[in-house]
């Protein structure tokens, strides 16, 4: 059975905090409370992006042992922007078929009608 309603976006459920240059004071930052969880994939995907471009820049300028550790964070960087991605794929496509079941379950009533 298809639901006519879709579920509502997910969002943050808690203020998570950052920024406190290691306990020295309290954080500065925090992600908000209520924050769609596509708007949260589209900001980590661009942070993700921005820290695999400085990484790879500092892969060209390091000396040897440190571009080998630099290349396992660029592994890592491009891991998690691929699950990102992913995930951002997946919450669009969910969104595109509620829309589409949105509006056939609206067809439906107006015909009804």
């Known amino acids: 059975m298809t639901k006519p309603v879709p579920d509502p976006p997910l969002t943050t459920q808690t203020a998570t905090t950052f920024g406190s240059c290691n306990g020295s004071h309290e954080p500065l930052f925090a992600v908000r409370a209520g924050v ?36 396992g964070s660029q592994h890592t960087l491009e891991m998690s922007l691929a699950l990102i991605e992913a995930l951002l794929d997946e919450v669009e496509a969910r969104a595109a078929t509620s829309t589409v079941l949105q509006r056939s379950a609206e067809a439906i009533q107006a015909a009804v009608k």
């Open 36 to 71: 769609s969880s596509e708007d949260a994939l589209i900001h980590a995907s661009i942070l993700i992006k921005s820290a695999y471009q400085t990484n790879a820049q500092a892969c060209e300028l390091a000396d040897p042992e440190v571009r080998n550790l630099l290349w």
